[in-house]
């Protein structure tokens, strides 16, 4: 099937994106192998980035897409067949029609969009220390923090538990001696400190990071009910993918914080999907604007981690496309990695931008009869320079092409459209209210007030809340949640089989409870009892 034979365009197995000499076609099966999308500002980008997710969504494919400044909202409603549009479209042998597409926005703050959570415990210390800005020392401290929590069953869901959790490790500087009141986090920073030396400082320093990052909004991004990446993978009553857009205006003028977010839906995705193998389409793709915000200043230890995650989730049938403004924005050992592209205009017009369009022009596959780095400056509005994977998965030689028009409006929606939008949305009401669980701030003020458990109740494997309940459970079977020094010697055998049962028996039944309660509290513990069995496979 050809364009001209398709009223959109596409075909099953092939999306249209653009014709010159020869026509530009991004072929499904081979979508999983990433792609990137280059040009200076006003050169075309959105509109590209808007063919694709369209193409992707007509053929069944979820589409999720960071949206800067707001003009991919238009997706969601009927294209207006301007006089430009419909002579772009019968150039190319297409016959226009207006399309709508399925969409579900998303916001970080809520205003928007559906409010957009992770708990603590699911950003990880290495992903929240980059949020952080942390130094090598600093991070070490917050893995200790985490390490603690996994231990002693703090699930840390928002700020106030991880502030909590940091004044708990910082080394108790109180009177000593016999007289000495008993300090109820004595073994809570006994556990810290036999990680290393946690000091008041660096806890400190860490802890007015956190105040940059609440000020920045990230109050809001922490808490409960968190996202379920599943969201995102769903079709409408056609058969079409939805089109998730994180609306990321406002979120951009917190640079860390949105590049960081992106990378740990992306990470969340990595562990949670199974293998797939080579699919006939993705099951979901990712467009990352701005992508230059997740590579700058970024330690070695998460340039890692990008790169073996954008390597291996291929396999996960998720496709991810880098939005961007020049090639070279993008660190090599990722761009090697990215075979679909779409290069829009540069200009040079100073010697470092000389060298950037010379960069650009050599990812591409050589066409002998275009000069590509001369094209690349000479392109006009909506023309491209494209290489897209072939058959047997090379990229093919780099053709100059005029980019379809979007069947779906071009620019941005109204306030009242977005508002009907979000009413009908799948997902109404299942993000918008907040929920306060109990987590380890309640955890901590508890044994502060006396009313938790004791400290060797948390030896025992019988810590504070859901975990805690557990523990006390089989406690009261056994005598055993009483006071050391009480215990009888029966008691004392009885304590010891206790903490057998309990070690290997607790673990298992909170990650059924958390499985069971689908994402609220008790999936933030079946999470932490994760990490803690596997240590470094599942920490970030």
Request: glycine share 12%; proline share 4%; net charge neutral.
């Amino acid at each position: 099937m050809t364009a001209q034979d398709s009223k959109l365009g596409d075909t099953d197995d092939k999306i249209f994106v653009g014709k010159g000499e020869e026509q530009a076609w991004l072929t499904l099966a081979l979508a999983n192998r990433h792609g990137l999308v280059t040009g200076a500002t006003g050169t075309g980008k959105t509109v590209t980035l808007q063919v694709m997710a369209e193409g992707f969504a007509r053929a069944g494919v979820p589409v999720f897409a960071a949206d800067i400044k707001g003009d991919l909202s238009g997706i969601s409603e009927v294209g207006v067949p301007q006089d430009f549009i419909v002579k772009r479209a019968s150039a190319m042998g297409l016959n226009f029609q207006p399309d709508q597409f399925s969409t579900v926005f998303w916001d970080v703050f809520g205003e928007q969009g559906h409010p957009v959570r992770a708990t603590v415990t699911e950003m990880g210390p290495l992903l929240l220390a980059r949020m952080l800005d942390l130094n090598d020392v600093q991070e070490g401290v917050l893995n200790v923090a985490f390490r603690v929590a996994d231990d002693a069953g703090l699930t840390l869901i928002d700020m106030k538990d991880l502030r909590a959790l940091l004044d708990a490790i910082v080394p108790d500087s109180g009177k000593k001696g016999a007289d000495a009141e008993e300090d109820p986090l004595a073994a809570i920073r006994k556990a810290a400190q036999g990680f290393g030396n946690v000091t008041k400082a660096t806890v400190g320093t860490i802890q007015r990071q956190l105040l940059v990052l609440e000020n920045q909004g990230g109050t809001k991004f922490f808490g409960e009910p968190a996202l379920t990446l599943k969201d995102f993978m769903k079709t409408d009553r056609d058969g079409r993918g939805m089109v998730n857009i994180l609306v990321a205006d406002k979120l951009l003028q917190s640079p860390r914080l949105y590049a960081t977010f992106l990378l740990w839906m992306l990470s969340e995705l990595f562990e949670e999907l199974p293998e797939a193998g080579d699919l006939p389409k993705p099951k979901l793709v990712f467009f990352f604007d701005e992508a230059h915000l997740l590579f700058n200043d970024a330690p070695k230890a998460l340039m890692d981690k990008i790169e073996q995650v954008v390597r291996l989730i291929r396999s996960k049938g998720v496709g991810v496309y880098f939005v961007t403004q020049n090639p070279v924005d993008v660190p090599d050992r990722v761009l090697g990695q990215l075979g679909n592209r779409v290069q829009h205009a540069l200009r040079a017009f100073t010697p470092r931008d000389q060298k950037a369009v010379a960069a650009a022009a050599q990812t591409f596959r050589p066409n002998p009869k275009l000069d590509t780095a001369k094209v690349i400056m000479e392109l006009g509005k909506g023309e491209a320079l494209v290489s897209f994977l072939e058959g047997n998965g090379t990229p093919s030689m780099v053709e100059r092409v005029m980019i379809r028009p979007p069947s779906a409006r071009i620019g941005p929606i109204t306030p009242d459209e977005r508002k009907a939008i979000m009413a009908a949305s799948p997902v109404k009401g299942k993000y918008d209210t907040a929920v306060d669980a109990e987590s380890a701030y309640e955890m901590i003020q508890k044994r502060i007030a006396g009313t938790a458990a004791t400290a060797d109740g948390q030896a025992d494997g019988s810590g504070g809340g859901l975990l805690g309940q557990i523990g006390s459970i089989v406690g009261s079977v056994f005598g055993t949640n009483v006071k050391r020094g009480r215990l009888s010697t029966g008691q004392v055998i009885a304590r010891d089989v206790t903490r057998s049962v309990t070690n290997q028996v607790i673990g298992g039944m909170a990650a059924n409870i958390g499985k069971s309660l689908g994402g609220q509290l008790g999936g933030s513990i079946g999470r932490t009892l994760v990490r803690g069995a596997l240590g470094g496979l599942l920490r970030r």
